[in-house]
């Protein structure tokens, strides 16, 4: 997809940077941009952020980012690790959005698509064999987390919401969109 300029408010600047669509919702446009670091704003708080972010943009007519937020506030003990680090909410184009932790990985949809390919081509490796074999329980166990902080249910565990991220030579599961989410 084509790169394109952006302006991010955040409550204390704004953030001027390069964002690509990697994907539309009926809820929302989610890119990653890249904010361009500035040598007169030194110290500034995007400073501290990576060089890649994901902001989602809600559609103002489908705007649900009052649902996501408290479950993604009532789920910060696993930010980093079963979902991502949530970096506050943002402005786009006078748009609410959600500046997100970018997870280096694919859907799990992609993964399970690609894995369907190689088994019919019957090469799969033993590998990737083990890791299917494990999937089922990894799902239930990373779908059943957020009911144990804050009693919030997720609300659409489909595989295009669980990325798979590579780290140190394993991969892991990661729960994004919480925008369908109920917290009690």
Same mark, same amino acid.
């Given at each position: 997809?084509?790169?394109?300029?952006?302006?991010?408010?955040?409550?204390?600047?704004?953030?001027?940077?390069?964002?690509?669509? @990697?994907?539309?919702?009926?809820?929302?446009?989610?890119?990653?941009?890249?904010?361009?670091?500035?040598?007169?704003?030194?110290?500034?708080?995007?400073?501290?952020?990576?060089?890649?972010?994901? @902001?989602?943009?809600?559609?103002?007519?489908?705007?649900?980012?009052?649902?996501?937020?408290?479950?993604?506030?009532?789920?910060?003990?696993?930010?980093?690790?079963? @979902?991502?680090?949530?970096?506050?909410?943002?402005?786009?184009?006078?748009?609410?959005? /959600?500046?997100?932790?970018?997870?280096?990985?694919?859907?799990?949809?992609?993964?399970?698509?690609?894995?369907?390919?190689?088994?019919?081509?019957?090469?799969?490796?033993?590998?990737?064999?083990?890791? /299917?074999?494990?999937?089922?329980?990894?799902?239930?166990?990373?779908?059943?987390?957020?009911?144990?902080?804050?009693?919030?249910?997720?609300?659409?565990?489909? /595989?295009?919401? @669980?990325?798979?991220?590579? #780290?140190?030579?394993?991969?892991?599961? #990661?729960?994004?969109?919480?925008?369908?989410?109920?917290?009690?």
């Amino acid at each position: 997809m084509a790169e394109r300029n952006m302006t991010v408010h955040t409550p204390h600047q704004v953030i001027e940077g390069s964002a690509t669509t @990697i994907g539309y919702s009926e809820v929302s446009e989610v890119v990653v941009f890249k904010h361009h670091h500035s040598e007169a704003h030194t110290g500034d708080v995007a400073d501290d952020l990576p060089d890649n972010v994901v @902001i989602k943009i809600y559609h103002p007519a489908n705007d649900c980012i009052d649902d996501e937020k408290p479950a993604l506030e009532a789920l910060a003990p696993l930010e980093g690790q079963e @979902i991502p680090t949530v970096y506050g909410e943002v402005a786009v184009e006078e748009r609410r959005a /959600l500046a997100l932790e970018h997870i280096h990985g694919v859907t799990l949809a992609k993964r399970m698509s690609d894995f369907l390919r190689k088994r019919m081509l019957g090469v799969l490796d033993e590998d990737e064999k083990h890791w /299917l074999c494990s999937l089922d329980a990894e799902i239930r166990d990373l779908l059943n987390k957020p009911s144990q902080y804050g009693h919030v249910v997720h609300g659409d565990g489909e /595989l295009r919401n @669980i990325m798979v991220e590579e #780290r140190d030579g394993k991969s892991r599961l #990661r729960l994004m969109d919480f925008s369908h989410a109920q917290v009690w």
